[in-house]
């Protein structure tokens, strides 16, 4: 090991604890950023890669050329690729102290045709789909229904993601092997499809976490007691309306009847119930002999990804807590008009967390919203930082400028274009700049309002040479630190 390199992996493992202590993920979350950063360390030693704090970007763009021939020969998705190179590419420009979007820049990505990184974005008619098929699941598996005979071979009618009406076959219950046994053991399965229905109803209607949901127990909905969310560090109350109050109701019911023992105020409002076999045969055996035992505990990742594995196998959409969370933030901030206040209320973040989880990052309900009274408006290319004395009048300064009415960086280099004397507006103009930068590769008529804004720092420093040291450091912190009318489409751009 040469010396460069016990430099690089401590500054890697200082920025990996500092996040993470920060943040207080789950165990999954960092096992799942420490492999895809041990990953990239991995294939840098196995092709003889030189790994040092120089050389970290080089070996990192090699990294990603070879994630992207695995790409095309069809071996990873689009998003995997994208998902692999997010860890090493964050703690890297930690480590070296460069702005994560600038390295991006250099990597080789293939582009994702649909919003999110890690997901593809749900369309409203998928959603109501799969909201329809959870209320279609949940009343055909009553209590009565389960607790007092063996449903076999049971159809029920769910849409597809065409939006077709489709057969789908409730799984098999246990006992088909020979003898009959109590239906509670033998219809395991559907319960707990049931229960997971339920749990994903209530997450899409109160917009809560997973987690917090899965750490819901019946006393505490019946006190309406808070519970507590540890990435927040605070307790938070679900906002359950008066009509899904009654269906939660009967889903306590359903559980009285189907949870073996009954419940308890400590019971998860959406248990997973197993049993002290592997099911199949060995479960009939259990049963017929009396050698059979119950386990309640929280609804598990083993019961929900069976319950998308049945949605698969029956053609019908299925989405996770996350698409379904963020939802109900869409249409949370549809409804307020982007409060990020009253968001923030609903969801149990603080307003911040709200706006540029939900808010800013590709939310497309609101930006539509928010673009068409932008460009509705007299002065519409008002996007450039400054005023207009003349609007919707361009007249270019410069004799060799393009002609054409006003856009959404023209006015820079128009006569009519007014700037202020203030650091406010510098701060504006350099966050503006920052998201032109971004542009030049894709087009290179970006980077003439670049050198414009430029000029226009420089002609302010010469009249302030006092605020030069004030510029210097808020250049540097641009990426980081940009006046908040655009951290939105800053965040917007990064992803």
């Not at 998902?83 to 930690?94: C, D, G, N, R």
């Not at 226009?456 to 250049?475: A, F, G």
């Amino acid at each position: 090991m040469t010396a460069p390199r016990p430099r690089l992996i401590e500054a890697l493992s200082k920025e990996f604890r500092a996040r993470f202590t920060e943040r207080s993920p789950s165990t999954t979350s960092l096992r799942t950023q420490w492999g895809k950063l041990r990953g990239w360390i991995v294939w840098a030693d196995e092709v003889c890669q030189t790994l040092s704090l120089d050389t970290a970007v080089e070996t990192l763009q090699a990294y990603s050329q070879h994630l992207v021939r695995q790409w095309r020969a069809g071996k990873l998705r689009a998003a995997t690729v994208h998902q692999y190179i997010q860890p090493p590419l964050h703690f890297i420009a930690a480590a070296i102290h460069q702005p994560a979007y600038q390295i991006k820049l250099t990597l080789s990505l293939p582009r994702l045709r649909r919003s999110g990184l890690t997901t593809e974005a749900a369309g409203d008619a998928e959603l109501k789909r799969y909201c329809a098929n959870l209320h279609v699941v949940i009343d055909a598996l009553t209590a009565n229904g389960l607790c007092t005979a063996i449903r076999a071979h049971e159809v029920i009618r769910l849409w597809n993601s065409k939006g077709q009406r489709v057969d789908a076959e409730l799984p098999a219950p246990y006992g088909s092997y020979g003898a009959a046994i109590d239906p509670l053991a033998a219809n395991l399965k559907m319960i707990n499809l049931r229960i997971v229905a339920e749990l994903h109803r209530f997450i899409a209607i109160t917009g809560v976490n997973l987690s917090v949901a899965r750490a819901l127990t019946v006393g505490q909905h019946a006190t309406n007691a808070p519970i507590w969310k540890a990435r927040a560090g605070r307790h938070i109350r679900p906002r359950v309306g008066t009509v899904y109050s009654r269906r939660l109701d009967q889903h306590i019911q359903f559980l009285e009847a189907c949870v073996p023992g009954g419940i308890t105020t400590d019971t998860p409002m959406f248990p997973a119930i197993t049993t002290n076999t592997n099911g199949g045969r060995a479960l009939e055996a259990a049963a017929r002999t009396g050698t059979l035992t119950w386990r309640i505990k929280q609804c598990s990742d083993e019961s929900i990804k069976g319950f998308r594995t049945w949605f698969d196998a029956s053609d019908a959409p299925a989405f996770g807590a996350r698409t379904l969370r963020r939802a109900k933030a869409e249409w949370l901030l549809r409804r307020y008009g982007g409060d990020s206040l009253h968001v923030s209320r609903d969801l149990g973040n603080t307003p911040q967390v709200a706006m540029s989880h939900y808010g800013g990052k590709g939310n497309l309900h609101w930006a539509t919203l928010e673009w068409s009274r932008h460009w509705a408006t007299e002065q519409h290319s008002a996007l450039a930082p400054g005023n207009c004395a003349s609007p919707g009048h361009r007249e270019p300064i410069a004799a060799d400028t393009a002609g054409g009415g006003c856009n959404e960086a023209a006015c820079l280099g128009c006569v009519h274009y007014r700037g202020e004397d203030s650091m406010d507006y510098i701060h504006r103009l350099l966050s503006y700049q920052h998201v032109l930068r971004w542009r030049v590769a894709t087009n290179t008529a970006s980077e003439r309002p670049i050198a414009l804004i430029d000029a226009i720092v420089t002609d302010y420093l010469t009249r302030h040479p006092e605020q030069q040291t004030n510029v210097d450091r808020m250049r540097e912190r641009i990426g980081t630190e940009p006046h908040p009318l655009f951290a939105t489409i800053i965040r917007l751009e990064e992803f």
